[in-house]
Nanobody
Framework: QVQVAESGGGFVQAGESLRLSCTASGMTFDDLTMGWFRQAPGKERELVSCVSRSSGVTFYADSVKGRFTSSRDNAKNTVYLQMNSLKPEDTAMYYC?????????????????WGQGTQVTVSS
């Protein structure tokens, strides 16, 4: 059974940085596309970034381009989301999700395994 777990959220001031980590176990990590999603209160869940199996980053949402960087370390079964220049509008619950090879990466319902989420709060 695949398990996904995020860590690294917290409370920061605008302009500061956080790094989220996500580990996946129970399946060959190299076979998984990893996505970072977020959901703010009253808003729909959105895809923030997606990291392909080959470690090539597939996607960044326009709202985070130039500020967020995704990477993965297949040897550690871990994917990271480095978040710089954080803004109050980045406040949300951040979720890591893993997707088997089938299914489009841009659809949240393609992701098979989800973490519990980690809260990021950015104060102005």
């Amino acid at each position: 059974q695949v398990q996904v777990a995020e860590s690294g959220g917290g409370f920061v001031q605008a302009g500061e940085s956080l790094r989220l980590s996500c580990t996946a176990s129970g399946m060959t990590f190299d076979d998984l596309t990893m996505g970072w999603f977020r959901q703010a209160p009253g808003k729909e869940r959105e895809l923030v970034s997606c990291v392909s199996r080959s470690s090539g980053v597939t996607f960044y949402a326009d709202s985070v381009k130039g500020r967020f960087t995704s990477s993965r370390d297949n040897a550690k079964n871990t994917v990271y989301l480095q978040m710089n220049s954080l803004k109050p509008e980045d406040t949300a619950m951040y979720y890591c999700a893993a997707k088997r090879p089938e299914g489009p990466w841009f659809r949240s319902d393609s992701y098979n395994y989800w973490g519990q989420g980690t809260q990021v709060t950015v104060s102005s």
